[in-house]
């Protein structure tokens, strides 16, 4: 196993999903610090949250479910570090989606920790899912046992495991990472906060689920410095770590928060939209193990996160992906 670099400059990495949200942010922070950067998207993935990107990065178009094809790519790359990001979006709903979303997650997991065997990886940083815990009525901890309520869930999960198996027999130096609700620019339309932002100007309703589910909204930009720390800092092999704010609101408070920052109602519709697979009355992490072990802390409350995130979709006409 291969120190973990102090600095990025010039080393080889690769990122699987660069080209969605959480992954483009985290693409373009490894490129502000000088790596090498190999970005691998499916191929007709869309390349719009990479605008702007494509000179200083190298582009992959790679099947995770091809096995011979990501071995021959990370043997050529040879990356001393390797972010795993990649993963439908979502909530399957039927048995073909649901075998689906297994093999994108399982599978391609697989064959990702299988091609970094024989390089000497110095971090393998995978991106699992707060998903993944039982509901608790208490902030999560990384200890708390793992029995997801959705299909999603599950499939993190299931690819969590994975990685703790080969960080455990095979000496893959990985970090798994519990991201909790992830927002910011480049965001999909059809999410929450992007919806709510957009309906401030608009005037359009907001529909809500009934009840006054509880999330914790950490902002992209302090998931991907997690991200960069957890390749950095010493760290046991097959560590869990939160990223999450300690914090949850409801849905009408951070359209409350909205309203405060734009100066304009939003009318909203509760009741009027089935509730989601994820939707619970507490989600929300306890991120000391985090703060303990890589020494970071979210820079972003949500009241700043959401400003950041409306002056991005003012200066790009309402456009959160690009």
């Known amino acids: 196993m291969a120190r973990t670099p102090e600095s990025f400059a010039e080393s080889p990495v690769v990122v699987s999903g660069a080209g969605g949200f959480l992954g483009s942010h985290l693409t373009r922070k490894l490129v502000q610090e000088g790596a090498e950067v190999h970005a691998l998207v499916r191929s007709g993935g869309s390349l719009d949250r990479l605008q702007g990107l494509e000179p200083f990065i190298h582009l992959h178009y790679l099947d995770l479910l091809e096995g011979d094809r ?13 972010f795993h990001l990649a993963m439908k979006g979502g909530h399957p709903g039927s048995a073909a989606e649901r075998l689906e979303f297994l ?26 899912s707060s998903l993944e815990y039982a509901r608790r009525f208490r902030p999560l901890r990384e200890s708390d046992r793992l029995r997801p309520a959705t299909g999603r869930g599950f499939m993190k999960a299931a690819a969590s495991l994975l990685v703790r198996l080969y960080a455990g027999c095979q000496q893959v130096p990985a970090v798994i990472l519990r991201p909790f609700s992830v927002y910011g620019p480049r965001e999909g339309q059809h999410r929450f906060i992007p ?35 957890a390749a950095r800092r ?14 949850q609101h409801t849905n009408l408070e951070v359209i409350q928060e909205v309203e405060r920052l734009t100066g304009r109602s939003i009318v909203v519709r509760r009741g009027s939209r089935p509730p989601s697979p994820a939707d619970t009355e507490c989600w929300v ?25 409306l002056a991005w979709l003012e200066g790009h006409g309402g456009d959160g992906r690009t």
């Open 234 to 247: 010493p760290v046991r092999p097959g560590t869990i770590l939160n990223v999450g704010t300690g914090v």
């Open 195 to 229: 919806t709510v932002l957009r309906a401030a100007s608009s005037g359009q309703p907001v529909e809500l689920s009934p009840g006054a589910p509880r999330r914790d909204f950490v902002f992209v930009a302090d998931v991907a410095d997690a991200c960069v720390l």
């Open 285 to 309: 992490s306890n991120p000391e193990k985090t703060r303990r072990v890589l020494g970071w802390q979210p820079r972003f409350d949500l009241r700043e996160g959401l400003t950041a995130t």
């Open 103 to 128: 093999k994108a997650s399982l599978f391609t997991t697989a064959h990702l920790l299988e091609a970094c065997l024989p390089l000497g990886l110095a971090r393998f940083v995978h991106l699992g």
């Open 70 to 82: 990501v071995a021959a790519l990370l043997g050529e790359v040879r990356p001393r570090v390797v």
